[in-house]
Structures are given as C-alpha cells and as structure tokens.
C-alpha cells in the first residue's frame, strides 16, 4: 500500500516534515484550522493562491500529517466530514407521519360521524384502532430507519490519510482540516484539498464543474481570481482520481467543502421509490377507487335491507379499510431492510434498496475472472529445466506447503543444483513479500506482485529460506521491471563476482541467451535446445499458465543506461515456470447454482483468452461449443452481430472499459437482466448502467464502488449468487406478504356482502373489522416477512422484472384460500343463528372464527409448496405475532372493557376448539392443493408460485 502511494517530498516539504504542533499552542491552530475553513473564499484570494508550504502553515499542518490526537481534537471541533442530513424526525413526528393517509382522514371522519350519530363506543374503538395501529408502523418505521443506517455505515467511503506520520485508511468522515491525504488512481477523493506534490494526476470533477474529460493537476500557486474550475491546484470533495498520485493538505470539510455549499443550496429531495414501491402505489390507488365502489355497493345493499344509516356508513367504512392494505409499504420497508442486512451478514452490502428486487430478476452475471473466480493468489504448478526436464509443484496458494515431483517421484529441490539455483534466481529477483497472517489458522499473504510472491512460494516449498537467503545475497543494484521490457534485473555478489539475475516473458529472455544450464554445467542454447524452449512454452500456455523465464549473467555488473541491451547474447537460461491463479474451490458450486436458477455467468476479463476459456471451463460456465471473443474481435462486430453471438460466447477476453458498457447494453437489449462486476475506476460506467452493478469490497476502487448497487467484502463470486438467493427471498417473502394480505381482505368482503344479499344481519360489526384489519393483522404481517429462506430460491426461473404484483398463481391460490375462509366464517354463523343462539353470542364467535381463519392463512402463505406444519418453528416472529394475536382476541372476547367496546361477550370455552377445528379449513383445503402440487411435479423445474 504505501509503494503505491508514496510520492516523493519536494526540498521544501522535506524541511516540513521535521515540524510538530506544540503542545502549548495546539488548541490555537485547531481554533485558526476552523476559522480558516469558515473564511477561505473562492476568488477571495483562497488557499489556490498559496504555495504548499504556506497551505501547510495556514492550515497549522505538516508534511506528514496531524498527529492522531490533534486529528480527534480537530474533528471534536470541526464536526464530521459529512454533507448536511436532513433533520431526522424524532419518534414523536414518526408517530404523527402514521396518520398522514387517505384512509387514516376516512376513518377520523368516521369518527366524527359516529360521534355526531350519538355512538360514541364505535368512535372510540375507531380512535383508539387507528392509534395503535399507528404506534405499530411508528415503531416499525424507527427500525426500519436504524437498520438502513447501519448499512450506510457499513457502505461508508474510506480514505488514506498520514496520521503520526505513518499511511493510514479512515473513514472519510473522520478527515479533519489539516489532515495529509494520499491520493491514487480510483480513489474518491473526501474533502476539498491543497495539492503539495505527486505524479501525472488527473482528477475527474463533472460532478463538480461540467467538465467531462479528467483534469490534469498541477501544484504551484495559481493568481487569487482563478475560477474554481481552473483551480488545477486543488482537489475538490465529490470527485474522484482517474490516474496518478499526489499528496494534498485537507483545507475545507462537510458543509464548508465547495460541494457542501451547493448542497446548501440544494432544496433535500427523497429517495426514489423502487419499482415494487412504485407498482404498490399504484395498486393502491386502483384499490383506493374500488374501495369507493364498494362503500357504496355496501351503503346501498344495507339501505335496502332497511338497516339505519349509521350501522350500514360503519360497515361500509370498516370494509373499506380492510380492502386497502395501508400497512403494505411500511412492511415492505422493513422486509427490505432486514433482508439487506441478512445479506450484509453474508458479505453483499446493498447501497440501493432497489437492487435487492433486481436481483431476483437477474439473469446473467458478467463476471471478472481474476480474484472473483479465481483466488487471486498466482501458484507456480510446473517447473520446466532446460535438460528437458518437467516438475510438477503441488499446493494452492501462498502457503508454503507443498512439494516437487518428476516422472512421479518425489524430488529434493536442495539436493538438485539446476531446481535449486532456478529457485533461489527466482526469490532473489523478487520484490515481493510473502507473511503468515495468522498462524494458527495458517494464512498466508502476499505484499507485492502476485506473480512475484508465487516464486517466493515455489522457493519455499523447495526448502529454502528466503529471508536467509537475501540477507547472504543482498541485491547490489537492480533495473526495475519494465512493462515495455517485460523484464527485471536484479544484481548480487555471487563467488568471485557480481551477478545479474532476470527474469521476464519467455520471448524476450530468449534472445539474452546463449547457453542454457544443465545438469550443473552450461549447454549452449542452439536451435534443438530452442525448440525445446518453445515447445514448453507452448505446452504451458495451452494449458493456461502463466509463463516466466529466468535467466543469469556472471561477472556482469549492470549498467543503468545501456540498461537490458547490455545482457543480450551474455545471459544463462535457468528454466520456465508455469503459473496460474487457481479456481476458488466454492466457485463450482456456485455457478452450478446459477445454472438451474436460469442465470447464466460469463467471463469479462482483461486477461487472454486462452486463459479465460480454460477457467471457465474447469468452472463449468463454458458449455459445449461454446467460445472466447476477444476485444479485437468484439471491436469489429456491429451490434447485431454480437446480439446473435451472445448465446454462444462464455469468454470475452482483453476488453476495455468501453466494451464492457457495450456487452452489458446488448445483454440488455435482448431483455436480459444483467449483473456486472467490477473493480477499477474505469469499471464504473458498466457498473452504473447495468441493472445491478457489483464492486469488489476488497480490490474495488471507491469510485467503483459508489456507481455500484452491491458492495461483495470478499471479492468472491459464489458471495454474488448467495446475494442473488438472498434477493429472491426477500422479494418471496413480500409476495408472501401480499397474498395474505389480499386473500384475507377479499374473505371479509365476500362474508358481508353475501350475508346482505343472504338477507341476513350483519356477521360482524364494524368495530370487530377494524379490529381484525388494524390489530389482528398486524401482529403478523411484518413478522410473516421475516420467514427465513425456503432453500429452493435457486432452483427456481429469475422473477420476470415486470411481473404482477398478483401472479397467476397466487390468484389460484386466492380463489382457494377466499372461498374457504368464507364457507367457516358464514357457515358457522348460519348454522349457529339456525340453532338459536343469541345473536351477540353468534356475532363473537363468527369474529372469532374469521380471526383464527387469518391466522391459519398466516402459515399457508409462508410457501406455496411447502407445508405449513413443516418447520413451524422456523420464524419465531410470526409464532410471537401469532401468539400476540390469540392474547389478544382472548381479551377482546373475556374481558368486560373491551367487551363493551368491541360488541362482543363471553364465549362458552367448549367453543373454542370447535372454532379452530372449522376455521382450519383453509389450512387442509391449501394443504391439499400443496401435496397435489409436489406430488405432480415431484421431478419437474421451477415454477411460478
């Protein structure tokens, strides 16, 4: 980390790097910090104007930083780096936001109207209903809020900053005035700052001015009237680095950045509604009209039976409430919220609510190869010598366990002088580190390239100790490697003389050679031993390793001009080794999880495309028949073109940025629904316009990052498919949730209007609907969305992105479930009137009947395939809601004070068997349909529920 950001320090800054806070006059600066952070003005002669060193001083800072204990002090002064919130609402205004609803305003009215008929009992029950059921949503509301801030905690941006002098990642929002930030390509950049020095910097700042192309930096002092957008001096909150790296003082936080002032300005806006929310919405309106129509069906239907307006206005009112399901939104957000925190659990942070839907519609995952379906840990697995001979190496990944075999035969790589010496060339022209993590669990990781640190593996599985062995050989000079050379040098005093060990791609270490080593001695490298050389070369690459050749040149001293010339037709070939970054091993499983959940993976990947087809094939993503497009390729096919190879293409191999925003588009213009993932700066365009844009937490720049949908921790794709189940069962469980919902609604309806136009009384009286529908529901409607996964989200067809809110077969299942709740309910008050019981008896115990008919409803909506007697204890938050429930119809029924209020007495407790073993019936009549169901497609595919 700090080779790649460290920039080296101007004379000036040198000089200021030796200062420190006095401890006198701490208190002093962070005061000036702030005052100045308050006055600095654009084109008031702000810190633009001022050169590096005057930032510094201005800012009481130095070239290494603030001290951790001057930073803390700055942030209790200064406040977190962090735009303006919106003021949250306190519970109080929680509370009162529960009754801003048409439906809430229909039911005060309600009120007013029984109140002004002389009912009072009635508008009190109405009252007190629309009040608990608002204390209900408030307290939903309030943890739905906390659980989607500890994701934004979770999805926070990082920043590299010098604290005490060392390089270390905080959170952004703890970068105080002052602070040094370390700024590389892909980074966001967290705070307005003062450029001090670095290299090559281009910074992109649309978001700030306009500007579409990234803006290349400069660092001296700039004339006080600069506009902000040509103040190529400074770095700006909001932007991010597109190339290079500098070092910049931190001058202006949060509300005083120049974005926190245009956010200022900027009136605060809501977030989007998610597609499910918005197709809610508009159901709800449809259901908002047809509550209407039913009021007045009802208030007609009552009029003609000649029963008094007030007893028909309330039915009427009651029934309406239990056709709109006002909680839906409110559980729906809970269902999203503790769903992405599930997934947080399981490595997917979610950064929009709106993917979680998308992503149970998702249909192919573009995937990278390297440290997504790969390890992202080289392993060396074969060592060729130029005798002729090929070693096999065993082991996976950085850990140093492992060994050499020839022909089958065990080998002692000590015991081998050409093995050895390939080894010890190989960890000696090596900047790479290799460390245990922790040692009881034997991890193992790797500072430095990937392909460097597999030599130092290969070396150490041979026996021998790298450390020892650079303290004995300490590299003398060096030519670094070069991406145009190919190559690397490095010198040491060997024997009687200096040494040059080099290594690089096998085509440009063969023309350095004229001899090769074998079996101890030198072996001039003519045309047979080239042949040879090119035959495992090829031999290696087909099999999609990674080829490095290593080489030596004795009694050379390297020459940093002549530089690699200098060893041509001089150098020693040591031998090949092949490489390659080994498949994560839950991968597999994974991508065969994709594949019978109807989600096709495909490789997106920079390497080539050899290599990317023979990882997807050991993968299982390649198909028979299937092939690898490079970006060549992809380049001079039309779109039309590539629409058609899309099925036949598993690989697209060496592609740039702007090809993978193209195969993301043609995915989507074929109605795929697409999954991208991504790493680096230039990702961000794919990520942004795929339908769920997927940052590596650990590789993946902060740019990528903040255009992403999902934040994967550990950078590992069988984590995308476990995000991708868990999406389908948060998006199962709402479903869940509007079935029950609407079934039982629809129950209530058709029991009152087929008993008026039976020419019977009312079943239910008003109060006892808005019981059910404002306090029997909710105890179970945001327990029923907390239902654990089902363990077939996987084996099911990805959600179509514009499915129905009511699919066909829920509809199957309403047009079962509403006919039986309706028969117990309206059968048992019939049959009960027919024996002449009281009136007030009958109407308690038909409440009650309909009551326990919801709650076996309840546990028919948990699956549509499963039964709902299996794993009964699996969500302890419907059993809890379902036993709040029967509380509290026990004491609505026995307890005199709501007896008055609810019209309800005492029922006889013979009874209540009696009213579980009938209001069962919609329990046995779904249990059946769900045997029928598994018994007749016991062995078929997925399907809609």
């Known amino acids: 980390m700090a080779g790649r950001r460290a920039v080296a320090a101007g004379p000036a800054l040198s000089a200021l790097a030796c200062r420190s806070v006095r401890g006198d006059d701490r208190g002093d600066r962070a005061t000036r910090s702030t005052a100045l952070q308050h006055t600095a003005r654009p084109n008031g002669g702000g810190w633009h104007a001022l050169s590096p060193e005057q930032a510094l001083d201005g800012i009481a800072s130095g070239a290494n930083g603030l001290s951790s204990a001057e930073a803390r002090r700055r942030l209790a002064d200064v406040g977190p780096n962090a735009l303006p919130e919106p003021r949250r609402a306190g519970i109080a205004a929680i509370f009162l936001r529960q009754f801003r609803s048409p439906l809430i305003y229909l039911l005060f009215a309600a009120s007013g109207v029984a109140f002004a008929l002389g009912e009072r009992r009635d508008a009190l029950v109405i009252l007190g209903a629309v009040t608990l059921n608002?204390?209900?949503?408030?307290f939903q509301d309030r943890r739905a809020q906390r659980s989607l801030d500890a994701l934004r905690r979770l999805a926070s941006l990082k920043a590299g900053v010098l604290r005490d002098g060392r390089e270390e990642r905080v959170e952004a929002r703890e970068v105080v005035p002052g602070d040094v930030l370390l700024l590389a390509a892909g980074d966001a950049v967290p705070a307005d700052a003062r450029l001090l020095d670095g290299a090559a910097l281009e910074i992109a700042e649309a978001a700030l001015t306009g500007e579409s192309l990234p803006v290349a930096k400069e660092y001296a002092p700039l004339a006080p009237?600069?506009?902000?957008?040509?103040?190529?001096?400074?770095?700006?909150?909001?932007?991010?680095?597109?190339?290079?790296?500098?070092?910049?003082?931190?001058?202006?936080?949060?509300?005083h950045s120049e974005i926190g002032r245009i956010a200022q300005l900027a009136e605060s806006t809501g977030a989007r509604e998610t597609p499910l929310e918005q197709r809610i919405a508009q159901f709800g309106r449809f259901l908002s009209v047809a509550a209407l129509v039913?009021?007045?069906v009802i208030l007609a239907l009552g009029l003609a039976r000649g029963l008094s307006f007030a007893e028909v206005f309330m039915l009427a009112i009651s029934q309406m409430v239990s056709m709109v399901p006002e909680g839906l939104p409110v559980a729906m957000t809970i269902a999203l919220a503790v769903g992405v925190q599930r997934m947080a659990r399981r490595g997917a942070i979610v950064?929009?609510?709106?993917?979680?839907?998308?992503?149970?519609?998702?249909?192919?995952?573009?995937t990278d190869k390297t440290g997504t379906l790969t390890r992202n840990e080289m392993t060396a697995i074969r060592v060729w010598l130029p005798a002729g001979r090929s070693v096999a190496v065993s082991g996976v990944g950085y850990a140093p366990d492992g060994g050499f075999e020839e022909r089958g035969a065990a080998l002692d790589a000590l015991a081998d002088p050409d093995l050895r010496e390939l080894l010890e060339a190989g960890a000696l022209c090596n900047d790479a580190h290799v460390e245990a993590l922790h040692d009881e669990r034997a991890e193992w990781q790797a500072l430095g390239d990937p392909t460097e640190a597999a030599l130092l593996v290969l070396a150490a599985k041979g026996g021998i100790a790298v450390e020892t062995l650079r303290g004995r050989l300490p590299r003398r000079a060096e030519l670094p490697f070069d991406p145009g050379a190919r190559m690397m040098a490095t010198q040491h005093?060997?024997?009687?003389?200096?040494?040059?060990?080099?290594?690089?791609?096998?085509?440009?270490?063969e023309p350095l050679c004229a001899q090769a080593r074998c079996g101890g001695g030198d072996a001039p490298f003519d045309a047979a031993a080239r042949d040879a050389f090119h035959a495992a070369v090829r031999d290696m690459a087909s099999g999609a390793l990674r080829v490095l050749a290593l080489a030596r040149v004795d009694g050379l001293e390297i020459d940093g001009r002549a530089g690699f010339a200098a060893l041509h037709g001089r150098a020693t070939l040591l031998g090949l080794v092949g490489q390659i970054d080994p498949p994560r091993p839950e991968v597999m499983d994974a991508v065969r999880e994709c594949r019978v959940a109807g989600i096709r993976p495909v490789v997106v990947t920079g390497d080539h495309a050899a290599t990317g087809l023979a990882v997807a094939r050991t993968l299982g993503i390649a198909r028979a028949g299937d092939v690898a497009v490079d970006g060549r390729e992809l380049e001079k096919l039309t779109d039309e073109d590539l629409e058609r190879r899309l099925d036949s293409v598993s690989v697209f191999a060496r592609v740039h940025p702007a090809q993978k925003l193209r195969i993301v588009e043609a995915y989507q213009r074929r109605g795929d629904v697409v999954a991208m993932?991504?790493?680096?700066?230039?990702?961000?365009?794919?990520?942004?316009?795929?339908?769920?844009?997927?940052?590596?937490?650990?590789?993946g720049t902060e740019v990528a990052k903040q255009a992403a949908k999902i934040v994967v921790t550990d950078d590992n794709f069988a984590t995308i498919v476990v995000a991708v189940a868990e999406g389908r069962a948060i998006y199962r469980n709402l479903k869940k949730l509007i079935l029950y919902l609407f079934s039982t609604s629809a129950a209530e309806i058709v029991v009152l209007l087929t008993a008026l136009l039976a020419g019977y009384p009312p079943p239910l009286a008003a109060v006892q609907i808005l019981w059910i529908n404002l306090v029997t529901d909710a105890a179970v409607t945001v327990n029923l969305v907390m239902e654990p996964a089902e363990g077939d989200e996987m084996r099911r067809r990805p959600v179509a992105r514009d499915e129905r809110l009511l699919t066909r077969g829920m509809l199957i299942r309403m047009a079962l479930m509403v006919p039986a709740m309706a028969i117990s309910t309206l059968g048992w008050y019939t049959v009960r009137l027919a024996s002449g019981a009281p009136f007030e008896v009958v109407r308690t115990e038909t409440f009650t009947v309909l009551a326990v008919c919801q709650w076996f409803n309840a546990m028919n909506s948990r699956s549509g395939r499963r039964s709902a007697l299996r794993g009964v204890l699996g969500n302890r938050w419907l059993l809890g809601g379902l036993a709040a429930g029967n509380v509290l119809q026990a004491a609505v029924v026995f307890w005199p004070p709501l007896n008055r209020l609810f019209y309800t007495v005492p029922i006889e407790l013979e009874r209540v068997p009696h009213i579980a073993l009938v209001a069962s019936l919609v329990l046995w009549v779904e249990e059946a349909r769900k045997w029928m169901l598994r018994r007749r497609d016991r062995a078929a595919g997925p399907k809609e529920e």
């Not at 950064?351 to 573009?366: K, M, N, W, Y």
Request: glycine share 14%; charged share 15%; with cysteine.
């Open 677 to 699: 993932t991504g790493d680096g700066v230039n990702d961000a365009p794919a990520l942004a316009r795929a339908d769920v844009g997927v940052a590596m937490g650990v590789t």
């Open 493 to 509: 005093e060997m024997g009687a003389g200096a040494c040059v060990l080099v290594k690089g791609a096998p085509e440009l270490i």
């Open 351 to 366: 950064r929009q609510l709106a993917a979680v839907e998308t992503l149970g519609s998702t249909t192919v995952i573009c």
């Open 294 to 296: 039913l009021v007045a």
């Open 225 to 255: 009237d600069t506009l902000l957008a040509d103040r190529r001096n400074m770095v700006y909150g909001g932007t991010h680095v597109t190339a290079g790296r500098a070092r910049a003082v931190v001058v202006a936080t949060g509300p």
């Open 134 to 138: 608002a204390l209900i949503g408030a």
